[in-house]
């Protein structure tokens, strides 16, 4: 997935701190999901916190991380599954799912969101289990 994502060039100098702009890039469809990386995710793990955007339109997503997952709804809504226990978010709300969960995310309608994974320090992989239109799963 990360390879087909577009992503903001890091633009970091370790010699001049300050600021870092990370330019807006689109979403861009992955063999699944609408998404970008805002930050990309080291595939031998992070110790900074790691930034995409991402969406969902009639779909649902279904995966499992090795490190704490934080979904920042920008619009819409999305309804987040864990353990049998659902929440709906709002545009402005905020879902976290545990490390080591299994998070069923999906949008009747859409949301898009602003993924935040904290750290990954050794670079275990996501598990998609699923993804998919939410007609073809026979959810609402």
């Known amino acids: ?24 890039t689109p979403l861009r469809p992955t ?16 110790t900074e916190p790691v930034l995409m955007e991402w969406a969902l339109t009639g779909e649902y997503w279904l995966d499992e991380h090795a490190h704490t997952e934080y ?27 545990p490390a080591g969960r ?13 993924g935040v994974y904290g750290p990954n320090t050794d670079g275990r992989p996501v598990r998609l289990l699923g993804f998919g239109k939410l007609e073809e799963e026979g959810s609402r």
């Open 1 to 24: 997935m990360a390879d087909l994502m577009t992503h903001a060039e890091d633009t970091r100098d370790p010699a001049r701190p300050g600021p870092t702009l990370y330019p807006r």
């Open 31 to 46: 063999p699944d999901v609408m998404a970008r990386w805002i930050t990309r995710p080291a595939p031998e793990g992070w």
């Open 71 to 97: 979904a920042y709804v920008l619009e819409g809504c999305l309804h987040v599954e864990v353990d049998g226990v659902t929440v709906v978010a709002q545009a402005g709300d905020t879902v976290c799912v």
């Open 102 to 114: 299994v998070g069923r995310y999906y949008a009747p309608e859409h949301a898009r969101m602003l």
